[in-house]
């Protein structure tokens, strides 16, 4: 029987993927020609998309960027048994030069099957590292992370296996796993694509926290505006307990784990750990002062683990394939591989997934082809909304945590948005501070009012209006809020502001501005050292 993949990932829909797989299924009826159409998840190469593979025997091929034009074809192509002279055949998607560059650990399995198929996850791997994680105590758990190197993907990027064992070593009578996949960063795609390719990962590597903490219960805190990785997430929560992998006794082992997906209600702040907690215990989201922290008094007050999707994810490959091994990948400190997303006017955008090391200049030119435009980058933002914006004197930066923070900036989620050189950086610098004032909480006023100021400063800045004296005005408006604010929303904005002005200072009248740009400049120098 001949399989046709056909991806229901969002952006594969968006393309027009329902329609097609609608057309392939009638057309092949209609032809006589039996085939077993499969809904699989993306593959990550976006740009390609509706991405069609099809299986024949031992072989899987693929073809790029069909549509309803090309199903006659396709379906004709099939039953002759030969689609290599069809036009948009690519071969084996895995041998394409955007695809065998990537050291696939996370996302190995996205796109090879039905998401929600528990058999083929089993299959391919899934599940491993929770069955070695029942035949161990908490402790060994928790050590195999720490030895492992995995920190947070999110933002902080803290060591995962200490926020554990913070959890582990503290007394509660109930405690939580609580996973934020409120994924608000502008050119970030990798929770959604995983939660719609891999449903299952996430679940296990929630299982594996909870059996190495001592949590019997956790929560998906979801982005309310992705209902298909919703809609999967329920499927293979029931699933995996109707089968003995949730609920009570996990595979007769005594270890009891429930797992339910909240929604969020489109609050960026939510991203935080601290809002994410308020809004799951039904309170509006806003910001908590630290300490206490949430490994100690989290949801509802009790110990709780707060991690993104990714880092989640990865457990499970900590656990099937060893501390050791997931460690051989990256450089430094900066251990395992990193889903980067290539967003913005990219030709070739979606999800690389790479050990740790490769420059930015690399990731972007020789993976991403360059600009979608065609002209030359000039700007490349790293880390979602709150990321630098970095010059190409920046882009041979190697991609790692302490690299990136030497040069004031982030890796962040692993958002990249590139830009060309049509591009106004004084109105990416506006956009930062008007994105802080939409999206503030309001808690603490250097973040709530500092803002709304920027914006004021900067409109006062590109209309001519006593450019030096605004931007020392600014220089030290981003001082207040870096260092006064209580969270990252208000403390990281300073960041793609300083970085447009300080590396793009023709955009905001550089002829004006010699005072204002050197107190800038003096400004990232103090905070290097």
């Known amino acids: 029987m001949t399989k046709v993949f056909i991806p229901q990932d969002m952006v594969a829909v968006a393309c027009g993927a329902d329609e097609l797989a609608a057309q392939v299924q009638q057309q092949a009826n209609e032809s006589g020609v039996e085939i077993t159409l499969v809904r699989n998840g993306s593959r990550g190469l976006l740009w390609l998309e509706p991405l069609v593979e099809v299986e024949q025997g031992d072989q899987r091929v693929s073809l790029g960027q069909v549509d309803a034009d090309d199903v ?64 161990m105590s908490p402790q060994e758990i928790v050590d195999e992370v720490k030895e492992s190197g995995l920190r947070g993907r999110g933002g902080a990027a803290f060591p995962t296996g200490i926020k554990w064992q913070t959890v582990l070593d503290t007394a509660g009578e109930q405690k939580y796993i609580t996973c934020n996949a409120d994924e608000g960063d502008s050119g970030t795609f990798a929770d959604r694509l995983l939660m719609e390719a891999d449903p ?56 009891d784990f429930q797992l339910e997906v909240r929604l ?51 457990v499970t490959t900590v656990l099937a394939e060893g501390a050791e091994h997931y460690q051989n990948f990256g450089m430094g400190r900066s251990r395992g591989t990193m889903p980067m997303q290539l967003a913005g006017n990219i030709k070739h955008g979606g999800l690389v997934e790479l050990a740790f090391g490769m420059s930015l200049r690399e990731l972007v ?20 909304p709150l990321g630098a914006y970095l010059p190409e004197s920046q882009w041979d930066t190697p991609l790692d945590y302490e690299s990136f923070a030497a040069i004031q900036a982030m890796l962040g989620h692993g958002g990249v948005v590139v830009f060309d050189d049509s591009v106004d950086m004084s109105l990416q610098a506006r956009f930062a501070m008007e994105f802080c004032a939409e999206e503030s909480c309001g808690k603490c006023t250097p973040c709530r009012i500092g803002s709304v ?31 006064g604010s209580l969270c990252a929303m208000g403390g990281m904005t300073p960041f793609p502001v300083r970085s447009a002005v300080s590396h793009f200072p023709e955009d905001f009248g550089a002829e004006n501005l010699a005072a204002g740009e050197q107190q800038v400049k003096s400004s990232a120098e103090e905070v290097t050292h």
């Open 72 to 135: 006659s074809s396709l379906i004709r192509a099939i039953a002759d048994g030969d689609l290599s002279q069809h036009p948009k055949f690519l071969g084996d998607i895995e041998q394409h030069d955007y695809f065998k560059c990537q050291q696939r650990l996370t996302f190995k399995r996205a796109g090879l099957a039905d998401p929600v198929c528990l058999e083929s996850y089993r299959a391919n791997g899934g599940y491993a590292g929770l069955t070695r994680a029942l035949a």
């Open 200 to 255: 299952y990962q996430l679940i296990e590597g929630m299982t594996i926290a909870g059996v190495a903490v001592g949590a019997t219960e956790g929560f998906i805190y979801l982005r309310s505006e992705y209902p298909l990785a919703h809609r999967l997430l329920d499927i293979a929560i029931e699933r995996a307990q109707n089968q003995g992998w949730l609920g009570k006794d996990i595979q007769g082992s005594g270890h």
């Open 264 to 314: 969020g209600a489109g609050a960026y702040i939510c991203g935080e750990e601290t809002s994410m907690l308020e809004s799951l215990e039904g309170k509006r989201g806003m910001v908590r002062s630290k300490p206490p922290l949430p490994a100690i008094e989290g949801f509802l007050a009790s110990p709780t683990v707060v991690n993104n999707v990714l880092t989640l994810a990865a």
């Open 365 to 384: 030119d020789n993976i991403g082809g360059g600009t979608a435009s065609g002209r030359p980058v000039r700007a490349i933002q790293v880390g979602g």
């Open 453 to 483: 100021r920027g914006v004021e400063v900067i409109d006062r800045i590109r209309s001519g209006t006593e450019r030096a004296n605004n931007l020392s005005l600014l220089h030290d408006l981003c001082d207040t809020m870096e260092y």
